[in-house]
């Protein structure tokens, strides 16, 4: 019997490649020591003992054909980059192209700037013959970065607290805040400053520059900044301080209002007439800094009379006060309930013409509304 031959193709499943960073020699960050120049002020110093980068390429074979383990000596077509420009084999950088297990290595010589890093990224291929196919072995992200060391970091304080609250019911209407800069423990003349609103959006924590909408920035130059707190319920800041145009440092804090413990007292006696469901009159209100001097503006006391009460608290309750009811003329009840109503004072506005002009007074100041 005649019989018909055909040709067998076996398929075989993708080979698994893995790759990973060996450091070798000299570790990837480095720290700058200020008072020094050159290469002398790195520690350590990669002209004297260069850091050696080796992707590390695994392949792993499902079907047992292909090499499994390190496959650095089978890898070609390798490229690294130093941000957007391909490396060459040169005095800051010696890449192996060896058939050894180093093959791929990046010998780096190079100092990292300093408050800044080497961004470098590896690009190579491995043939797998079994497929006939070429696969891309990547690795972006590789950094190799350079901080002055620990004596010569810079810091900024600020004169208020993280969290700084001010009492309305003070008339305060601004608060001046002073930015300092330090480095090694010594007041930094070359730091620059920067005021910068902190923002949280979708839970994460940003800033950005002041604008001329910011209208609570009275004045933000040098080393000080001035708000104008009538126009803060709550804002975050941040001072960014720069050398020669790199940030070195920055800190943070918050603006708040915070209303005192108050008691409050009635002015004169409570008079409701049978019918009313409400009555408010003025109280004075008393606060740690002293009596408010024109409280009705944020304050009043009203009076509910008990069958009208039901039991339920009056928003803003703080204390209670009762008189007789029979004086305001009620039967219904041992009592009439005393309640105070706290109207907390919103923060202000900047008031604008229909043109979003910023409207002044006769003496220049900002009319606020």
């Known amino acids: 019997m005649k019989t018909t031959q055909e040709r067998i193709y076996k398929v075989y499943t993708p080979l698994s490649i893995s790759a990973t960073l060996d450091f070798q020699g000299t570790q990837a960050k480095q720290s700058f020591k200020q008072d020094e120049s050159g290469d002398a002020a790195y520690t350590p110093n990669r002209r004297l003992t260069p850091t050696a980068i080796l992707p590390v390429v695994r392949a792993y074979d499902k079907d047992g054909i292909f090499r499994t383990g390190i496959v650095n000596d089978l890898i070609s077509d390798i490229h690294w980059y130093e941000g957007d420009t391909e490396i060459a084999t040169g005095s800051d950088y010696a890449i192996d192209i060896s058939s050894s297990m180093n093959k791929g290595m990046l010998t780096v010589y190079k100092n990292s700037p300093v408050n800044s890093a080497i961004k470098l990224r590896f690009r190579a291929k491995l043939l797998d013959d079994r497929r006939n196919e070429l696969l891309d072995i990547v690795i972006n ?10 004596g010569d970091q810079y810091n900024i304080t600020v004169n208020v607290p993280s969290a700084c609250y001010y009492n309305p019911l003070d008339g305060e209407s601004s608060l001046t805040v002073n930015a300092s800069g330090w480095r090694g423990g010594k007041g930094a ?15 994460t924590a940003s800033d950005r520059a002041i604008t001329d909408t910011d209208y609570e920035i009275i004045s933000a130059s040098g080393n000080s900044f001035i708000f104008d707190i009538r126009m803060i319920n709550e804002e975050s800041y941040v001072v960014v301080g720069k050398v020669s145009g790199t940030e070195v440092a ?9 209303y005192p413990a108050w008691n409050a007292k009635q002015t004169g006696s409570a008079e409701i007439i049978p019918g009313q469901a409400e009555v408010s009159k003025i109280c004075i209100v008393e606060t740690s800094s002293g009596t408010v001097v024109n409280p009705l503006l944020y304050f009043s006391i009203i009076g509910f009379s008990v069958s009208l009460k039901n039991g339920e608290m009056n928003w803003g309750e703080r204390e209670e006060l009762r008189i007789n009811p029979y004086v305001a003329g009620f039967t219904d009840g041992s009592y009439i309930g005393m309640y105070f109503d ?5 923060a202000l506005d900047i008031g604008t013409d229909e043109d979003g002009n910023i409207l002044l007074d006769d003496d220049g100041n900002r009319i606020l509304i």
């Open 141 to 150: 992200d590789i950094s190799l970065p350079a901080t002055p060391a620990s």
């Open 189 to 203: 003349s070359d730091i620059t400053y920067e005021l910068r609103k902190a923002i949280m959006a979708s839970g």
């Open 342 to 346: 706290v109207n907390e004072i919103p």
């Open 250 to 258: 920055r800190t943070g804090f918050t603006i708040k209002r915070k």
